[in-house]
């Protein structure tokens, strides 16, 4: 019996790419007047500080601090970051954030694990401020149990120990679990992995009906 549903947070249930896209421009277009630099010459920069920080951090919730990446970006430009930085962060954080929308279904989804006793929960990578932000703006707060993203367990999915924390703060055993997300290796065989039924959400297709055959197949268990 299937007593708790693990969720991926970005692009399973939001689209991504649109508000990465949109906010992304935002800050191009900020920064390119800001410092009178042509827009291959920000995106030089902007790749370099993005890749220097992977690099430099590794499979880590912080590899994806868009602060730093913009730090970098600035520094890679020979400019001083500290007060551009935060500003190029804000920008893009509040552009993101007000243009968020739960995908079709999924909301729907949610009350129905609830309505038949099944807890939700979030499992993701990033850090654990800006998720928590994303959840809020999503008004989903009140539809989750946990959140364990992979800056707290200190390693990303697909690693089992991400899956493991996951199950630690339900005190459920991997059979009474299954989980929800958008990425074949990370979400899918991360979760089988670790003992896990798992189902991947196909960004491709309208949400509602996934979501609606997911909750049937869940729910007779």
């Not at 959840?135 to 993203?149: F, H, N, P, R, S």
């Amino acid at each position: 019996m299937i007593r708790a549903v693990i969720l991926d947070l970005d692009n399973t249930l939001y689209a991504y790419e649109p508000l990465n896209e949109e906010a992304s421009a935002k800050v191009r277009e900020f920064i390119c007047g800001q410092l009178k630099i042509t827009i291959p010459q920000y995106e030089e920069a902007y790749k370099f500080g993005k890749n220097e920080t992977k690099k430099r951090l590794g499979n880590v919730g912080a590899s994806h601090n868009r602060l730093l990446y913009f730090q970098k970006t600035l520094e890679y430009l020979g400019v001083n970051p500290i007060a551009l930085s935060l500003q190029m962060y804000e920008i893009y954080w509040g552009t993101f954030l007000k243009k968020m929308s739960l995908r079709e279904g999924a909301g729907e989804f949610m009350d129905r694990m609830l309505e038949h006793g099944i807890r939700v929960m979030i499992c993701t990578d990033l850090t654990a401020h800006i998720q928590h932000r994303k959840i809020e703006a999503l008004g989903i707060a009140d539809k989750i149990c946990y959140l364990v993203t992979s800056e707290e367990a200190g390693i990303e999915k697909p690693a089992p120990e991400i899956f493991a924390l996951c199950l630690e703060k339900l005190k459920l055993r991997p059979e009474e679990v299954c989980c929800i997300g958008d990425d074949p290796r990370k979400d899918v065989e991360g979760a089988v992995a670790a003992g896990i039924r798992a189902f991947l959400f196909r960004t491709e297709e309208p949400g509602a009906p996934q979501f609606e055959e997911m909750a049937e197949q869940i729910l007779q268990q």
